[in-house]
């Protein structure tokens, strides 16, 4: 994500006009913004383009329409090169004339940026949703998504990588790493706890992966501490949220109502 540019701009907004069912879109620049005149329902309603979001190979707009909402424009760039079908506009629902009243129209809560993508794709999101006013005043740390979105306070961790690195169980790996200097990488970690953290295997024959330890020259099931994927369930599971946008050290429960595995969003295998 980031502000619509010069620089960030993929998309033809040199008068470019595209059509589908009961809509039309132009494209335009005026004084340095990028405009996108659309006509549905029979009126024409010109729009300033706020953001971009995406690069490759697709780029889509963000519109600010009223009392703080950024939507997604319905119409998307395809970015990828002209002889694989790219540099062309394309609507978001290829096969749908979707309507002014349709929950998947533009301006509908569904492709509203604040409460459906924001707090994924930028650090430190508060929503600030007005219930009285119906108004949103979000605000973000970081424009995109950070080191900060999955470890939280990064100076404390920077303090306790540092603290590792110089104790005295540090491995000769972690002393060689330590004498370049970089004591800020996931490189730092040591020998026992790479191999701690195990790996995610699929097996011949498993129709999912699973987690796995080296035993005697050969990878086996094993078990492990969960806690840590606290942090990944915040956005890589199917929720509801309990609290304005995601603190990466509080408790995902704290924050969430997970949705059960039940047909058909997950198969008996729990894919």
């Given at each position: ?8 701009v993929?998309g033809?907004f ?8 009961s809509?039309r879109?132009?494209f335009?620049r005026?004084?340095g913004e ?16 706020s953001y971009?979001?995406g690069?490759?190979?697709?780029q889509?707009?963000l519109?600010?329409?009223e009392?703080?909402?950024f ?8 970015s990828r ?12 629902y ?10 998947l129209?533009?301006?509908q809560?569904?492709?509203?940026w ?8 930028s650090t430190?999101l ?5 219930t ?12 995109n ?8 306070d ?12 110089s ?8 002393t ?9 990488s996931h490189?730092?970690?040591s020998?026992g706890?790479?191999r ?8 011949k024959?498993?129709?999912?992966a699973?987690w796995?330890?080296?035993?005697n020259g ?7 501490d969960?806690?840590f994927m606290d ?6 599971s199917?929720?509801?949220p309990?609290?304005?946008g ?10 969430f ?5 039940y047909?058909p ?7």
């Amino acid at each position: 994500m980031d502000h619509a540019t010069n620089e960030t701009v993929l998309g033809n907004f040199d008068n470019a006009t595209t059509t589908h069912f009961s809509q039309r879109a132009t494209f335009s620049r005026k004084n340095g913004e990028f405009l996108a005149t659309l006509t549905e329902a029979g009126e024409a309603t010109q729009y300033t383009v706020s953001y971009v979001f995406g690069h490759y190979p697709l780029q889509q707009y963000l519109i600010e329409t009223e009392n703080g909402r950024f939507q997604v424009f319905p119409f998307a760039w395809d970015s990828r090169d002209e002889k694989e079908g790219g540099q062309r506009w394309y609507p978001n629902y290829q096969d749908e004339d979707i309507g002014v009243n349709d929950r998947l129209h533009w301006k509908q809560p569904m492709q509203n940026w604040n409460g459906m993508c924001a707090d994924c794709h930028s650090t430190g999101l508060t929503r600030n949703f007005d219930t009285d006013t119906l108004a949103f005043n979000s605000h973000f740390d970081s424009i995109n998504v950070s080191c900060a979105s999955c470890h939280g306070d990064m100076a404390k961790h920077v303090t306790q990588n540092n603290s590792t690195l110089s104790s005295a169980n540090s491995s000769k790996a972690d002393t060689a790493i330590a004498d370049t200097g970089i004591h800020n990488s996931h490189n730092t970690l040591s020998t026992g706890e790479q191999r701690a953290m195990g790996q995610w295997l699929l097996k011949k024959g498993d129709t999912i992966a699973r987690w796995q330890k080296l035993e005697n020259g050969e990878y086996k099931p094993a078990n492990r501490d969960n806690s840590f994927m606290d942090t990944c369930f915040g956005c890589h599971s199917l929720r509801s949220p309990l609290t304005d946008g995601i603190n990466p050290e509080r408790h995902y429960l704290d924050q969430f109502t997970p949705s059960l595995l039940y047909p058909p969003f997950t198969l008996l295998t729990g894919k």
